[in-house]
């Protein structure tokens, strides 16, 4: 009798402390082994070597999944891990019903942009700062890097990980079953890192803004990309960082016009080598809100038309897609988040509250600390200024008027480069040029009303009196005459500025005559 009680105590106490239950979608009680719990398999099924978590069976377990990984991360819970002095053991949260258990799986964090969020400026920082970020919060960077961003004086432990964030998109992007993602090098790569960190419980970021234009109605890529972060028991996070509407297309159009060498057809002449035209803002406004317009697309690569579709902010249509509930292991929208660029209460700046959300309270305070105490410590700028696009288009005009000659002395940059020197000497009083503007009666107030709607498809609880900076913001691009561009043709009918490209014959003669006295 007294041996029957003893088992009978210790199979209890057993029960009690190693064999989590939970209810799972049926509503029926049920027993796992705890290693299963952590490593986040639900069926007992070795994950590490069974991928059928890409056939149809698993669908039926992300309910059981939501059921089990509800973790609470409600300041509440501090004093559980206060007392950890292993920084790992701080990123770590408490699974429900159990308090006297920590999923400590180490955090895989996503951020995918979108563009024009000041991602270069995080991603400087962050490949500058790596060091500190490994050491204080237990993360390790595999976003974009940038040579000129990089700080030679400090070591990394992780430091020799290849793994190139573009090539892992296009990598997702050519995913099918014919040419499998997880079947290139970049992408065993991609694993065998994701690997050695977790096996140490070492912390992911990585960043790169070219996971916000994947073919996102592919879901097979992402089905694979969610699956391997679960696969190698990762918890898991996305980042997305917001912008005003209209700041965000202002900065998109000239992104989109921008003279870059990945864009030839914008530094040949249109009319003579096949070059293409800048459209004035107000036009490419139109383009994109005309109701009448063709040009939205929702195939899932080009977002920013196919959020205008919806009627969604970009950063909105982002979380609807990667909360696709129909894809397995896919992160629920209270694991991702959207740090509005604006908010500056703390006066950290974009940065630092990007550590603050993204990572963690330790790492910006230690950032925040490590920037006071060295001035001198500058991090090399990585940043994408805005150019002025109407000296170009002043340009091309220029040339199909005849306004100065065919010479391969006068290329296009070249020639709009001269024209912004030159004008800059004609006034100085930029406000009396005539202008084309996005009409006052109509188009402001409307572009206005569209970006604070915007707003609220990102944060919905967002009221109107909180939006009184979005309007303040507004008001100040619009007094600096961002909606508009200089108009060309009322300009080059004045002579004085017909004259600055009278200027370009007599340098063309002066450089033959250059060339003709070599030659003899």
Not at 179 to 198: I, V
Not at 242 to 268: A, G, V
Not at 410 to 422: D, H, Q, S
């Amino acid at each position: 009798m007294g041996r029957s009680i003893l088992w009978l105590l210790i199979t209890s106490f057993v029960i009690y402390n190693f064999i989590p239950v939970y209810v799972d979608h049926k509503g029926l009680k049920s027993f796992l082994p705890v290693e299963d719990v952590f490593n986040g398999n639900k069926n007992g099924i070795d994950e590490e070597k069974d991928d059928a978590h890409l056939n149809p069976m698993i669908s039926s377990m992300q309910n059981r999944q939501d059921a089990l990984f509800k973790f609470n991360t409600n300041k509440n819970v501090e004093p559980i891990y206060r007392h950890f002095t292993d920084v790992r053991e701080k990123n770590a949260v408490v699974i429900p019903n159990h308090p006297q258990k920590l999923d400590n799986r180490p955090l895989f964090v996503l951020h995918i942009g979108p563009h024009k969020t000041a991602t270069s400026t995080i991603q400087c920082e962050m490949t500058y700062y790596q060091s500190l970020m490994e050491s204080v919060g237990n993360f390790t960077y595999l976003g974009r890097q940038y040579g000129e961003c990089k700080n030679k004086s400090t070591l990394l432990k992780y430091n020799n990980i290849n793994v190139n964030s573009r090539d892992l998109v296009r990598c997702l992007d050519n995913h099918n079953a014919l040419s499998p993602c997880n079947s290139t090098k970049d992408w065993r790569n991609f694993e065998k890192a994701l690997s050695k960190m977790s096996h140490v419980r070492q912390n992911v970021l990585l960043s790169d803004e070219a996971f916000s234009r994947m073919k996102l109605n592919n879901s097979s890529s992402l089905e694979l990309l969610f699956h391997t972060i679960h696969k190698h028991k990762f918890r898991f996070k996305v980042i997305l960082v917001y912008r005003h509407y209209f700041s965000w297309l202002l900065s998109q159009y000239n992104e989109h016009y921008k003279p870059l060498l990945s864009r030839s057809k914008y530094q040949i002449w249109p009319s003579i080598e096949g070059g293409k035209y800048i459209k004035p803002f107000i036009e490419y406004y139109a383009s994109h809100h005309n109701k009448n317009s063709t040009s939205s697309r929702t195939d899932g690569r080009n977002y920013q038309s196919a959020a205008n579709a919806l009627g969604l902010h970009p950063v909105a249509y982002l979380i609807k897609q990667w909360t696709n509930n129909q894809i397995p292991f896919a992160p629920k929208e209270s694991d991702i988040l959207a740090i509005d660029m604006h908010n500056n209460d703390n006066n950290y700046g974009i940065v630092l509250n990007f550590v603050l959300t993204a990572l963690s309270e330790e790492i910006a305070e230690e950032l925040n600390r490590h920037k006071q105490d060295n001035a001198n410590d500058t991090v090399p700028s990585r940043s994408n200024p805005s150019l002025n696009l109407d000296f170009d288009r002043m340009a091309v005009k220029a040339r199909e008027l005849g306004l100065f000659p065919d010479h391969d002395l006068f290329t296009r940059r070249r020639v709009a480069l001269y024209t912004e020197m030159l004008f800059q000497n004609l006034t100085t009083k930029n406000e009396k040029m005539p202008r084309i503007c996005l009409d006052e009666k109509t188009q402001i107030q409307e572009f206005l009303d569209l970006s604070l709607l915007l707003e609220k498809t990102v944060f919905p609880d967002r009221r109107n009196a909180q939006q009184q900076q979005h309007r303040e913001d507004f008001a100040k691009a619009k007094s600096r005459n961002m909606f508009c561009n200089l108009d060309i043709e009322a300009l080059l009918s004045q002579e004085s500025v017909r004259a600055i490209f009278r200027k370009l014959e007599q340098m063309a003669r002066s450089n033959q005559a250059a060339h003709d006295t070599e030659g003899n």
